[in-house]
């Protein structure tokens, strides 16, 4: 898949995951296959006041590229100093948020709340693609609720405004992360627009992956909350369903990359990221019980290195 000059090996995508697709789970996907990985949703304001949470965001290596960062924000002006602001950055791709639910972003006028608002979004992305020195796309939704799907009208516009390609989430603002997404209305935008159309929704597999490309056919596919706990969803040849070995060996690895890009990470951050590898998995609910019950990142990484230590 090529968006804009940027070239892609595969279609599978990691998505902008508040609170998780920092740097470390960024590597981790890209080390399982993932040909580009999403930063968490960076706001404008926070780059325009240079606050320090915000910027340590930015954080990225070599080894992670071709690396994309997402914006949210309602201001056109502002999106676009932004936009500049990350271009000095060593990143590939700019990505307008569009799409996210949270309350906090949609009474700001940001976020899903753009799709609304088509005029206003219209401006952002000219802004940001005007501002960008690397391609521009833009994530929305299947539209507000479900008496205003309007995803194949809102891809024409960023289209018309200079998005390199666009990312459908096929639910709406009003289903949340609830329900089932409905992937024809990916099938509808891809067939309303001529640049690359990424798909997103109810990807648990990488068969489901393979799946949505074939029914929809959509240039790529974007995995979000079924690549937590499980980065091998990115992987043709990684077992569906590994076994508990096989996901101590993988938190492992997490748990190196996050000591050695961010050791300052918040214990609870990284016991969230850790439970996950073990939920649903026989024998799973009592490592869970002990990675929740310990207190410091250093503690986490010795329980599992003596499950390492006991392995077949």
Not at 7 to 19: M, Q
Not at 115 to 135: C, D, F, G, H
Not at 181 to 210: C, E, F, M
């Amino acid at each position: 898949m090529r968006i804009g000059t940027l070239n892609l090996d595969t279609p599978f995508i990691l998505a902008p995951l508040a609170g998780y697709s920092d740097l470390a789970f960024r590597l981790l996907c890209r080390e399982y296959g993932a040909s580009l990985c999403f930063s968490e949703m960076i706001s404008c304001h926070g780059l325009h006041f240079r606050q320090q949470s915000t910027l340590d965001m930015l954080k990225t290596v070599t080894a992670e590229r071709p690396v994309a960062m997402q914006l949210f924000g309602a201001e056109p002006e502002i999106m676009g100093e932004a936009a500049a602001m990350l271009s000095e950055h060593s990143i590939d791709l700019i990505d307008i948020n569009m799409g996210c639910p949270a309350k906090k972003v949609i009474k700001k006028r940001a976020g899903c709340a753009l799709m609304k608002e088509p005029a206003l979004a219209a401006k952002i992305i000219r802004a940001v693609v005007k501002n960008s020195a690397v391609p521009v796309t833009v994530k929305f939704r299947s539209g507000w609720n479900h008496q205003t799907v309007t995803a194949c009208d809102f891809a024409r516009m960023a289209e018309e405004n200079g998005a390199a390609a666009i990312t459908v989430h096929a639910r709406t603002w009003s289903d949340g992360f609830s329900g089932t997404a409905d992937w024809r209305i990916i099938s509808q935008v891809k067939q309303a627009v001529s640049i690359p159309v990424i798909g997103n929704g109810d990807i648990t597999s990488h068969a489901d992956g393979l799946r949505m490309l074939a029914e929809t056919g959509c240039d790529g596919v974007m995995i979000g909350r079924g690549a937590l706990g499980a980065p091998w969803i990115f992987s043709a040849e990684a077992p569906e369903n590994p076994s508990l070995a096989y996901r101590i060996k993988a938190l492992n690895r997490h748990l190196t990359l996050i000591a050695k890009h961010q050791p300052d990470t918040p214990p609870s951050q990284i016991k969230n990221h850790a439970g996950r590898y073990f939920k649903g998995v026989p024998g799973g609910a009592e490592i869970r019980r002990q990675i929740f019950s310990l207190t410091s990142f250093a503690a986490v990484r010795e329980v599992i290195s003596s499950f390492l230590q006991v392995l077949p």
